[in-house]
C-alpha cells in the first residue's frame, strides 16, 4: 500500500486547522478570513478539492502567516452543504475523501498555503473493501453505539460496517483521543494496523491490562 508516483501529484490549496480529517469524516467549519472564504467560493463553483492539514505538528512545514507547522499527511476534503450561519459566517460541512502526502509547499500571493501533494492509492473512498474477522467485533459494536449519540447520528454518515477501512476511519474520528494520536492513526496505510491500533486505544480507555 502506497502513495501514488510524483509525475502524478497534484496542486492543492491547503486549510490549516486544529483537526485531522479521515476520508468519510465529516466536520462542520466557520470560514471567516477572505483567503479561505475565496478558497471555498472556487470549490463550490469548480467542484475542486482541498487539503486539510493539522497544525502543530512536529516535522512538517510551516503555515501561511503563523509560527505552527503542519503535517506532510493530510486529507483531500469536499463540501457537502454549506449555508449562512446566524452569525454572518458562512459555514460549510466538508467531507474528506483521499489521504495526501506534502511533497512542496508555499505561500501564494493569495495568501493561501498551496501545496503538491501525491494521493494515497488505498486510504480514498474509492478503495476496495477489506474485510476482517472476529477480532475486530469489539470495534463494530463501538461504532454502532457511538452513531447513536444525537451529533453523530446528524452527521448522516454512510458507514459500510463490512468495510474496514471505514470502521478505521470513523473511529478515528470519533473516539475521544490527543489530536497527536489521531494524526499518527491517520498516517498508518494499513487498514489492520489502524484497526489494531484502535483495539489498543479501547483497551486503554477501559484500563485493560
Wanted: hydrophobic fraction near 40%; charge should be negative; proline fraction near 4%.
Amino acid at each position: 500500500m502506497s502513495f501514488a508516483k510524483l509525475e502524478d501529484a497534484i496542486t492543492v490549496p491547503l486549510f490549516p486547522l486544529r483537526i485531522v480529517l479521515f476520508p468519510a469524516g465529516r466536520h462542520d467549519l466557520q470560514i471567516f478570513e477572505r483567503r479561505y472564504i475565496d478558497m471555498v467560493t472556487e470549490s463550490l463553483k469548480s467542484g475542486t478539492p482541498f487539503g486539510i492539514c493539522s497544525i502543530e505538528a512536529g516535522t512538517g512545514v510551516r503555515a501561511a502567516d503563523t509560527q505552527h507547522s503542519v503535517n506532510r499527511i493530510g486529507t483531500l476534503a469536499r463540501i457537502i452543504d454549506w449555508n449562512q450561519l446566524d452569525n454572518g459566517l458562512l459555514g460549510i460541512t466538508i467531507e474528506g475523501t483521499t489521504k495526501f502526502r506534502v511533497e512542496d509547499c508555499w505561500e501564494a500571493d493569495s495568501d493561501l498555503l498551496m501545496a503538491e501533494v501525491v494521493l494515497s492509492e488505498c486510504d480514498t473512498l474509492d478503495s476496495e473493501p477489506v474485510a476482517y474477522g472476529d477480532d475486530f467485533a469489539e470495534l463494530v459494536e463501538v461504532l454502532r453505539g457511538l452513531e447513536q449519540h444525537p451529533l453523530v447520528a446528524e452527521k448522516n454518515f454512510a458507514i459500510d460496517y463490512d468495510n474496514l477501512w471505514h470502521i478505521g476511519w470513523h473511529l478515528s474520528e470519533l473516539i475521544p483521543m490527543s489530536e497527536p494520536s489521531r494524526q499518527a492513526l491517520l498516517e498508518l496505510d494499513d487498514p489492520r494496523a489502524r484497526a489494531e491500533s484502535l483495539m489498543q486505544l479501547l483497551k486503554d480507555l477501559s484500563g485493560e491490562e
